[in-house]
T-cell receptor, first 111, second 115 residues
Framework: LAKTTQPISMDSYEGQEVNITCSHNNIATNDYITWYQQFPSQGPRFIIQGYKTKVTNEVASLFIPADRKSSTLSLPRVSLSDTAVYYCLVGDVDSSYKLIFGSGTRLLVRP | GAGVSQSPSNKVTEKGKDVELRCDPISGHTALYWYRQSLGQGLEFLIYFQGNSAPDKSGLPSDRFSAERTGGSVSTLTIQRTQQEDSAVYLC?????????????FGPGTRLTVT
């Protein structure tokens, strides 16, 4: 499974766009990039998944450059409730079953 | 619909006692996973079930840990002779076999404290 590197923490203010970048230099051809969000005292929650270019859903956007060695999770107009830990995971979704969580990025949204 | 549920939500036990943690996955989800998260740490994979079988038990920390799943539904994680280092939040997740195994739905967890 490819190793991922992401910032330990980020600060933002309500209404701003937040971009969290994850590096995964050893990503394999069959690997997908998946992001999870975890609030305190809760289990992680799937946010978004992508393979290349751009994916958007009602919660976030995921930008993946052509070389796929990094990816950026974009949260538009964050609110206080977006304060959470965000995890980037990389792996083969068809053959890999266990999620390998790194340390994640602790996002703090201030008023 | 109902999500993944776990019980108890909190468990305090004395060192040396056995504990059982329960997970009810989302109905129809054939895959079930157990993880644990120590204070301020990331998640650690423990074991995975496909149906009632566990193809990979390599994540279990020691032979004091065991898990079973019956009827392709409820799973129990048992920790025998608990130690203080077993204190953590134990999280269960499930996923439908026909979608990406990476889209796992997590329960709220059981917070285990060994005194």
């Amino acid at each position: 499974l490819a190793k991922t590197t992401q910032p330990i923490s980020m600060d933002s203010y309500e209404g701003q766009e937040v971009n969290i970048t994850c590096s995964h230099n050893n990503i394999a051809t069959n690997d997908y990039i998946t992001w999870y969000q975890q609030f305190p005292s809760q289990g992680p929650r799937f946010i978004i998944q992508g393979y290349k270019t751009k994916v958007t859903n009602e919660v976030a956007s995921l930008f993946i450059p052509a070389d796929r060695k990094s990816s950026t999770l974009s949260l538009p107009r964050v609110s206080l409730s977006d304060t959470a830990v965000y995890y980037c995971l990389v792996g083969d979704v068809d053959s890999s079953y266990k999620l390998i969580f790194g340390s994640g990025t602790r996002l703090l949204v201030r008023p | 619909g109902a999500g993944v549920s776990q019980s108890p939500s909190n468990k305090v036990t004395e060192k040396g006692k056995d504990v059982e943690l329960r997970c009810d996955p989302i109905s129809g989800h054939t895959a079930l996973y157990w993880y644990r998260q120590s204070l301020g740490q990331g998640l650690e994979f423990l074991i995975y079930f496909q149906g009632n079988s566990a193809p990979d038990k390599s994540g279990l920390p020691s032979d004091r840990f065991s898990a079973e799943r019956t009827g392709g539904s409820v799973s129990t994680l048992t920790i025998q002779r608990t130690q203080q280092e077993d204190s953590a939040v134990y999280l269960c997740a499930s996923s439908a076999a026909l979608v990406s195994s990476y889209e796992q739905y997590f329960g709220p967890g059981t917070r285990l404290t060994v005194t």
